[in-house]
């Protein structure tokens, strides 16, 4: 059985750290992506930050640039994601997903990202909530 498994989400005040798990089974990350995307109340889910389980080839939305971190191990089969001075609008549910199938080798990691067309496994998510 495929599942995806979130943990590390919970309330913060702004400024703090925060570190997100993506636990995979069922399944092997090795030759795929994994992803981070976020959902606030109100507003449109959006990519946060991917990373390419081979290589480690990475994107990361602008908002976030420069305060996430995300990563693999590839031992764990599972990712993270590292966010550091969380702000007021970082707040949210947050999701892994993985890709299900392999995309042409000419999409870069910014389309595989955005476009979430292969992303076919996702986490139930896991909330992030910062206070001020």
């Known amino acids: 059985q495929v599942q995806l498994v979130e943990s590390g989400g919970g309330v913060v005040q702004s400024g703090d750290s925060l570190r997100l798990s993506c636990a995979a089974s069922?399944?092997?990350?090795?030759?795929?992506?994994i992803g981070w995307f976020r959902q606030a109340p109100g507003k449109e889910r959006e990519a946060v930050a991917c990373?390419?389980?081979?290589?480690?080839?990475?994107y990361y939305a602008d908002s976030v640039k420069g305060r996430f971190t995300v990563s693999r191990d590839r031992t764990k089969n599972t990712a993270y994601l590292e966010m550091s001075n969380l702000k007021p609008e970082d707040p949210a549910i947050y999701y892994c997903a993985a890709e299900s199938r392999r995309p042409p080798s000419w999409m870069n990691m910014d389309e595989r990202c955005k476009t979430v067309e292969y992303m076919g496994y996702w986490g139930k998510g896991s909330q992030v909530t910062v206070s001020s």
């Open positions: 990373v390419k389980m081979t290589d480690g080839s990475t």
């Open positions: 069922g399944f092997t990350l090795d030759y795929y992506a």
